[in-house]
């Protein structure tokens, strides 16, 4: 019995510069997982990636993404080097919720995730004001 010889596929993830690097690594990832499934919607695909997509969340409230029915995947990404909190909805508190790590902490949710919230996301943090990166994409009828 000849054995066969079983070649494991070796994934590598690019050195990142920058907070929008990984966004931009993580679209391409989506890209790919679309185009090898296919995607459960007969609409088109529709997104745009800007480099100014900031929110400054503050050590209050603050609001980071509005209720977005047609949300595929919506990408956080902390540039800061505080702690952000963040909630499925108006009410993020310190040190509970959703911890969004410093310096490049990542948080997906949307349609085309495991997580799939279309609503609104809060976020707060106890130290000044953070920015955090944002790429949404829509899935557009």
């Known amino acids: 019995m000849e054995l066969m010889n079983m070649a494991t596929e070796e994934k590598t993830v690019p050195d990142y510069s920058s907070a929008f690097d990984?966004?931009?690594?993580?679209?391409?990832?989506?890209?790919?997982?679309?185009?090898?499934?296919?995607?459960?919607?007969?609409?088109?695909?529709?997104?745009?990636i800007t480099p100014n997509a900031n929110v400054s969340v503050l050590t209050t409230l603050t609001k980071i993404r509005d209720l977005n029915p047609d949300r595929g995947i919506c990408i956080l990404v902390n540039d800061s080097v505080n702690e952000i909190y963040l909630s499925l909805g108006p009410n993020p508190a310190n040190n509970t919720g959703i911890r969004l790590n410093a310096n490049g902490g990542t948080f997906s949710f949307g349609r085309l995730t495991e997580l799939p919230w279309t609503g609104e996301v809060w976020g707060i943090n106890a130290v000044a004001a953070s920015n955090v990166s944002v790429v949404e994409i829509n899935i557009t009828s």
């Open 22 to 48: 990984k966004i931009l690594y993580a679209l391409s990832c989506i890209e790919k997982k679309l185009d090898t499934i296919g995607t459960p919607f007969t609409t088109k695909l529709d997104y745009a």
